[in-house]
Structures are given as structure tokens and as C-alpha cells.
């Protein structure tokens, strides 16, 4: 217990890393997940096509080596240059945000196309039709994958140490080293991403349940 509670600020330092991480990937990620789900729905081939090659291209590869192309790949470009941080962040929303058009895609898919047809009789465009008929409806349904989804990017942000991020991960590991108390230490590291989760997956069924009661 000695062990655990001189590393436990160490750990939620890093913790307070990988949170922030996390929040701001899963929004950008969802940003790009909704852009390129449109995109797949859109009248327009080229559009078609360019949304599917992104997101075959990070679902057909491994998070790791995303990681490390954004990391040391881009910014071996004059052009470019990214803290670890920033690469971290960008890793994981465009991961993430591959999964969510997919999601988002699927969800929009599954409202009755007759709901479309009436409210273009009622008089809404295209554009108002998706954002006040279409996708309030398809999030209901998303929701729940939604949700599964973000809690695998926020196991992916463990990875992230590999570039010398000092989360949660990356501050338990030289814990371990440190104090030769690897078994204690990954033990505490796991029972705080899963206290996490277990949150994060309260919050979202606290949501869904908001959603059904409307």
C-alpha cells in the first residue's frame, strides 16, 4: 500500500494526460466521422470515393503504425512539425474518427427514407432535413456504439507512451521500473482505466436514458 499511495499522484498526473487526450480526439474524431459519413451519402462520386479509400485506409491498418507515420513519418516533411502531443491527439481522432463515419453512416441509413420525403414537404432543405429530422433520430440509435467506440480510443491512448507521452501508461511503466513493485503498479494502472470506463460507460447509458425519455 506504501508503493501505491507514493505513486498515486505520479499516476494521476498522468491520468489528467490521458483524459485530455481523449476528450479532444473524440470530438475531432467525431467531427471527422460525421464529415466523412456525408461525404459516403453524398450524390457526388468523388466524394464517394475519397471518404471510402480513408476509412478502408485506417481500418485496414493498425493503430500502432498510424501512430507512428503521423509521429516520425509527417514530420520527417519540411512543412510539418508536431509535438508528441499534438501527434497523439491527431492518431487517435482520425482512428476514431474512421469508426464514427461508419457509425454515423449506418445510423443515418437505418431512418425511414419517408421521413425525408415529408419533411421536404413540409418545406426544409437538405440540410435541415439531416440536422432537425434525420440525425437527431439516427443518434438515438448510434448512441450505444458510439460509446463502445470512444471506449476503444481511450484504451488506444495506452499506446501513445510509445512516443513519449507522459500518460497514464508511460507514468506507470517508470513506476514499475522505479520501485521493482511491477505487480502492484499495473494492477493500480488497470483498476484506474477500468474505474474510467466503468464511468464513462455510466455516462452514457445516463444519456441514452435521457434520450428515451424524450
Do not use: C
Not at 470515393?49 to 509521429?71: C, E, H, M, N, S
Not at 521493482?180 to 455510466?202: D, E, K, N, P, R
Amino acid at each position: 500500500m506504501d508503493v501505491v499511495k507514493a505513486a498515486f499522484p505520479y499516476l494521476m498526473d498522468g491520468l489528467q494526460v490521458t483524459i485530455y487526450i481523449f476528450f479532444i480526439a473524440i470530438i475531432i474524431g467525431f467531427i471527422i466521422g460525421l464529415v466523412v459519413a456525408l461525404m459516403r451519402l453524398a450524390p457526388l462520386k468523388i466524394l464517394n470515393w475519397i471518404a471510402k479509400i480513408f476509412v478502408d485506409a485506417i481500418r485496414g491498418t493498425p493503430f500502432i503504425v498510424q501512430l507512428f507515420f503521423i509521429y516520425f513519418g509527417l514530420n520527417t516533411l519540411s512543412f510539418i512539425s508536431m509535438n508528441n502531443t499534438t501527434a497523439g491527439i491527431v492518431t487517435v481522432a482520425i482512428n476514431a474518427g474512421a469508426y464514427f463515419s461508419e457509425i454515423i453512416r449506418a445510423g443515418i441509413q437505418s431512418i425511414d427514407k419517408g421521413q425525408s420525403e415529408a419533411a421536404r414537404s413540409l418545406g426544409l432543405n437538405s440540410v435541415q432535413t439531416m440536422r432537425h429530422i434525420i440525425l437527431p433520430q439516427a443518434f438515438r440509435r448510434m448512441l450505444p456504439t458510439i460509446t463502445n467506440q470512444s471506449i476503444i480510443s481511450l484504451k488506444d491512448t495506452s499506446l501513445l507512451s510509445i512516443i513519449g507521452i507522459a500518460d497514464l501508461t508511460q507514468r506507470g511503466q517508470i513506476q514499475a521500473t522505479a520501485t521493482y513493485q511491477a505487480f502492484t503498479i499495473w494492477l493500480t494502472v488497470g483498476i484506474i482505466y477500468f474505474i474510467i470506463i466503468y464511468l464513462l460507460s455510466m455516462l452514457a447509458s445516463f444519456v441514452e436514458r435521457r434520450f428515451e425519455l424524450r
